[in-house]
């Protein structure tokens, strides 16, 4: 008898506790500041050195650039696309770019689709994938800066 009220009271216990429970996808969580979430990318701050390429341990990034038009010596990119059916998230691509052309941001909720083909990204889709995406229609605004970090 003693065993089951004190199992009661366990559980009347966690009447009186701050639910954790959000109303997914009406409420989102507001990821934390260094959360590794889905890829940014800045064309024109891109020097095609391919480094990012280089140190992806999954080979999922793939570019090509060309020579500037006003200056030879430079290149401009081209293409940019990530093959997100290989991406572990691990950051080394972003912390390894000289220039933070390739920032990763808060972002984990916007790779579900029904074929495995839709995961692969280009330029145009990395570009776009602005931080702020998916709260515009609703939930809180989180303060953020350009790299997805909360300020
Ligand atoms: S996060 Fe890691 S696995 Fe994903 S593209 Fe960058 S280096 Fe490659
Ligand atoms: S994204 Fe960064 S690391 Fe990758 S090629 Fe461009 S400048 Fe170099």
Known sequence: MFRLLKGFGVTLN??????ITIQYPDEKVVMPERFRGIHRFFPDKCIVCNMCVNIC???VITLTGKKHPENPKKKIIDTYNID?????????????CPTDAIVMTARYDNLSSYTRSEHFKDIEWLSNNHVYGNYEESGP?????ERGERK
């Open 14 to 19: 966690y009447f009186r506790k701050k639910k």
């Open 57 to 59: 341990p999954t080979d």
């Open 141 to 145: 605004v989180p303060e953020m800066g």
């Open 84 to 96: 997100f059916q290989g991406c572990i998230l691990c950051d080394l691509c972003t912390e390894v």
